[in-house]
DNA sequence: AAATGTACTTGCAAAATGCAAGTGAAATTT
DNA sequence: AAATTTCACTTGCATTTTGCAAGTACATTT
């Protein structure tokens, strides 16, 4: 699987790394459940087929959006992480979710959320966003590790 | 070709609706390029397949998010125009914009019109929104047709 | 009336997706 | 320490989607 680019357009551009049904739900995962490993991912509500779940993974780290690291706590694990490159799609995140709350049939826990983002996106975007690069240090296992579903937002 | 709902979440409905390759670059084409016709779509520089196009075309219909016209202007050709829910998808593709202006290689022409975004999102975002609802009304021959590549911005 | 423009449709090959069943190493249970 | 289970994939194959080239039908132009 090669991807291509179309065009010198940035959303076309953008699709061609991120435009099918699966590589954002992922990046989801980890950005908004607290999810980081591969069993996480294949175990989400629409069900991923395994080997589509190994091959986005694989062209997102090629892409620099996540990256695949040892686990803290066991060898059988892998850690996957988003990059600040994967980060800044929390914006883009966001407007799927207040789009999708707006015009589609989904959850009462995602309407929360919706309406969180709707209240405060720049300081939810903030405090996740700091949540996320703690992944990337040692006080990650201390603060993160335990999912939030939908994630409770400090006012400090 | 029929859509499945996949779960309750809104970015995987969604997506279960626009994670494609193509649907929001049909999107973009109306949005930002003035275009509303199929051979407008078809001559973009991504160069769409004919029987994709008529395919997207038929799912935006029905998803609500484009509507298919009678053109002012000729019986030969029909007039594809944004319905208020494909309007708001503005704000998502103007993340997709941004992201895609800083990460991925793009024209001269896209980067200036992603600082116009990066400077005054909401303003723009006003302004494009209001070109586009004059599509929808008598005004739109005098004000929208012309297509406009790097939209200019009024003041006023 | 002939040529061209416009919006598609059709047929077929190639690629991507989805499903079920493996595989091998690490962790856990017995 | 042997057996079982967990974990992260891989493999094979059927189904679906995409991409390409050519064709069709109606409208407009010449």
Chains 1, 2 share one sequence.
């Not at 686990?71 to 990059?83: G, Q």
């Not at 983002?117 to 996320?132: F, Q, T």
């Amino acid at each position: 699987m090669k991807i291509r680019k179309r065009s010198d357009c940035p959303v076309s551009s953008t699709l061609d790394i991120l435009g099918d049904k699966w590589s954002l739900l992922i990046i989801r995962d980890i950005m908004f459940q607290g999810k980081n490993t591969y069993g996480d991912f294949a175990q989400s509500a629409e069900k991923i087929a395994t080997n589509i779940l190994a091959d986005r993974l694989m062209l997102l780290d090629e892409a620099g959006i996540v990256e695949k690291k040892d686990h803290p706590e066991s060898k059988a694990k892998f850690y996957y992480r988003l990059t600040e490159k994967g980060i800044d799609l929390m914006p883009l995140l966001m407007e799927v979710i207040l789009w999708g709350d707006k015009y589609m049939d989904i959850s009462a826990e995602a309407r929360i959320f919706a309406r969180q983002i709707r209240k405060d996106k720049g300081r939810l975007l903030k405090a996740l966003s700091v949540d996320l690069r703690k992944q990337r240090t040692k006080e990650r296992a201390r603060t993160s590790l335990p999912a939030t579903k939908a994630p409770r937002t400090r006012t400090t």
